[in-house]
T-cell receptor
Framework: DAKTTQPPSMDCAEGRAANLPCNHSTISGNEYVYWYRQIHSQGPQYIIH???NNETNEMASLIITEDRKSSTLILPHATLRDTAVYYC??????????FGAGTRLTVKP | EAGVAQSPRYKIIEKRQSVAFWCNPISGHATLYWYQQILGQGPKLLIQFQNNGVVDDSQLPKDRFSAERLKGVDSTLKIQPAKLEDSAVYLC???????????FGPGTRLTVL
C-alpha cells in the first residue's frame, strides 16, 4: 500500500500557482518524497524529489515540512498542459515504488 | 537523449493466447522496471531488474507472467496464457542504479477479449 495520502482532485486557474499537498506521516528517515505526474494516455513523468530540504527545478518546487510528515508540490504558473494526475510517493533507493490514486489536477482557463 | 522505448504500443488478443512486450531503457540505466496499470488506478510494480538480475518480483503473477533481461539492457515481459483481467497498460521504466527518478516509456495497451 502507498505510504502517502493525497486529495483525489483539485482545480487551479491557468497562470496561478498550483499547490498540491501530500501527507506522509509514517515516512521513515531515509525515505525520499518523489513526485510524478501522468498526463492522459502517457507514461508517468518524473517531476522532483527531496529528503529534508526544499527543492526546486525547472518544473516545480517541493516544500517538505520540518517534521517530514507532509509536503507540497508547487507549480508556480500552471498551464492547461499541467492538467494531469499527480502522484506523491515515499521511497528509499528507488525500490518497491508504490503508486496511490494520486491527485487529479485540472487547470482551467 | 533518447527515452525509454516500448513496443508494441497496442495489442489485442483473445484470452488464453500469449503475448510479449519489449522495452529498451535509457542508455546507461542499470535498473529496469515493469509496471501494470489498470484503468483508473496507479501503476503497480511487477518486477525490478538491476542489470540482468531480479531485485524484486514479489508482485509478479509467476504462474502466467515472466520477464527477462538477459544482457542487462533491453527486456521482455511475457504473459502466457492471458486472462481477461490482464487488460491494462504495461509500462516500462528505467533509472540510474539507485538514485534519482524513474523514467517511463509510453506503455503498451493490452486488451484481452
Amino acid at each position: 500500500d502507498a505510504k502517502t495520502t493525497q486529495p483525489p482532485s483539485m482545480d487551479c486557474a491557468e497562470g496561478r500557482a498550483a499547490n498540491l499537498p501530500c501527507n506522509h506521516s509514517t515516512i521513515s528517515g531515509n525515505e525520499y518524497v518523489y513526485w510524478y505526474r501522468q498526463i492522459h494516455s502517457q507514461g508517468p513523468q518524473y517531476i522532483i524529489h527531496g529528503l529534508k530540504n526544499n527543492e526546486t527545478n525547472e518544473m516545480a518546487s517541493l516544500i517538505i515540512t520540518e517534521d517530514r510528515k507532509s509536503s507540497t508540490l508547487i507549480l508556480p504558473h500552471a498551464t492547461l498542459r499541467d492538467t494531469a494526475v499527480y502522484y506523491c510517493i515515499a521511497i528509499y533507493n528507488n525500490n518497491d515504488m508504490r503508486f496511490g490514486a494520486g491527485t487529479r489536477l485540472t487547470v482551467k482557463p | 537523449e533518447a527515452g525509454v522505448a516500448q513496443s508494441p504500443r497496442y495489442k489485442i488478443i483473445e484470452k488464453r493466447q500469449s503475448v510479449a512486450f519489449w522495452c529498451n531503457p535509457i542508455s546507461g540505466h542499470a535498473t529496469l522496471y515493469w509496471y501494470q496499470q489498470i484503468l483508473g488506478q496507479g501503476p503497480k510494480l511487477l518486477i525490478q531488474f538491476q542489470n540482468n538480475g531480479v531485485v524484486d518480483d514479489s508482485q509478479l503473477p509467476k504462474d502466467r507472467f515472466s520477464a527477462e533481461r538477459l544482457k542487462g539492457v533491453d527486456s521482455t515481459l511475457k504473459i502466457q496464457p492471458a486472462k481477461l483481467e490482464d487488460s491494462a497498460v504495461y509500462l516500462c521504466a528505467s533509472s540510474l542504479e539507485s538514485a534519482g527518478g524513474q523514467y517511463f516509456g509510453p506503455g503498451t495497451r493490452l486488451t484481452v477479449l
